[in-house]
């Protein structure tokens, strides 16, 4: 059962652009939803992280919406740049049971264009 | 320079064989975790640890053994019992403090023919 779904699979978005990845989940129980970057042949790094008594975070040109009604949540990137294209995952964490395990969404693969 | 490192970053072994991935924190961190990566399906936990000698399975420990002798090491071993060993496995580590930010080494990707 996937807990958190995301989409899309992939997206390309020109130069100065906006790019929006969406994420779902079921599991009332999540308490922190970070979102993480991930460069070919490199390990994912914590991008930017929310959550659920917060409806919006901003660093720099990254945002992250949170509906926790809808239970979902999206990143928005401002200006996009060439720099950006990377695959993005979205996470949850469930803070019950013996650890908080972090349960993530399959990845969008972003390409910036020229 | 804090970090994790995963060794090798490539490795190939022929199927029927047991391989050990290494992984190494010398951020002082409590917990420890192996994922593994495949195309379209985003990070599985394979193991996590807590704290030294204790370990728990995660959502695909089938095929799969780790140790966590040493607080900085938690070496997974892929045991000829996994099906489809072949992935991109990646280890992370966090500290004990709750909200703590999870931290990945660079992967090791595994070839098994």
Known sequence: QQQVKQSPQSLIVQKGGISIINCAYENTAFDYFPWYQQFPGKGPALLIAIRPDVSEKKEGRFTISFNKSAKQFSLHIMDSQPGDSATYFCAARDPTGTASKLTFGTGTRLQVTL | DGGITQSPKYLFRKEGQNVTLSCEQNLNHDAMYWYRQDPGQGLRLIYYSQIVNDFQKGDIAEGYSVSREKKE????????????????????????????PLHFGNGTRLTVT
């Open chain 2, 73 to 100: 090491s938690f070496p997974l071993t892929v045991t000829s019992a996994q099906k489809n060993p072949t992935a991109f496995y990646l280890c992370a580590s966090r500290d004990g403090q709750g909200g703590s």
